[in-house]
């Protein structure tokens, strides 16, 4: 942010105080929401969370939440006491920068000045939407849906081997579960490490007892299993999608903000976007 919006506040345009909304309670939001504090911002600070739960931290969701030795990371923040209006289950569905309103399921939401702070989502397996069994890992309530199928020890099948896949695996192996895991490329993340970073991994995924397949392509998944372009049929009593993730920006389309071609905000170095008072 600009020096007048990281120190103290300037007037409003309706006058009194500006108010800053951030979208997104994520880890990034709510440290924004709390360095605005610590800076010395005395105008208004609304924070919108998408999910119920009290803002927390995703790491431990893939080992610890999984295997039922936390029940949460809910992040240390007293927001009252920081004076940060935390609205939770509230999702945000348009930006009008016109009129300076975030659109929501509850209404319009009012800013001087905004942050977005949404992050990403997890990209969904093609053809999975709805059947049983098949599950995404990025939320508290996808980990508490995942420790009772672990905790039956099932059958289980992850569909890919970057960080998502390994994480998971690691916990389902420890929870005593068969687990397969497949992956399209010819190595574990191909997307995130060159080859020679990457090569020591496939021996790790044996040595933790989890089966790899690389350069398998999923045809079609069901509530039993699922099929490889190869015509191989794997059987699992729960399937686990980690192929990746993309920024959580559809809810700007039309907005005039700036967008990248992978759809992450365009910003400058100071992270201002292309519509003023945006950042």
């Known amino acids: 942010m600009s020096d007048e919006t990281t120190t103290g506040t300037k007037a409003s345009p309706g006058g009194g105080e500006q108010r800053v909304v951030i979208v997104g309670a994520g880890m990034a939001g709510v440290q924004t929401a709390v360095a605005l504090r610590e800076q010395g911002w005395t105008g208004e600070i609304v924070l919108l969370g998408e999910e119920t739960h009290q803002p927390y931290d995703r790491p431990p969701l893939s080992k610890a939440v999984l295997l039922g030795k936390a029940d949460g990371s809910t992040l240390d923040v007293d927001f009252a006491g920081l004076g940060i209006g ?59 849906r995942l420790r009772p199928v672990l905790a039956r020890q099932r059958e289980i ?92 920006t559809d809810w700007l389309a039309g907005s005039d903000v700036e967008l990248a071609g992978d759809r992450s905000v365009a910003a400058d170095d100071r992270l201002r976007t292309s519509v003023p008072d945006v950042y």
């Open 86 to 144: 935390l609205r939770l289950g509230v999702r945000v569905t348009g930006l009008r920068a016109d009129k300076r309103l975030v659109e929501t399921g509850a209404g319009p939401v009012p800013y001087d000045i905004l942050v977005i702070a949404t992050g990403a989502e997890p990209i969904p397996l093609p053809g999975t939407e709805g059947v049983p069994g098949v599950h995404l890992l990025r939320t508290l309530d996808d980990a508490e």
């Open 157 to 248: 099948v992850v569909v890919g081997a970057g960080w998502i896949g390994a994480e998971f695996a690691t916990a389902a192996r420890e929870a005593g579960c068969a687990v397969t895991v497949v992956e399209a490329a010819d190595r574990p993340l191909a997307g995130a490490l060159p080859a020679e970073v990457a090569a020591p991994m496939t021996a790790w995924y044996e040595d933790c007892g989890a089966r790899l397949v690389t350069g398998a392509r999923v045809t079609s998944v069901d509530e039993n299993g699922l099929l490889l372009a190869d015509g191989t049929r794997l059987r699992a009593g729960a399937v686990v999608v980690g192929i990746g993730a993309r920024p959580a």
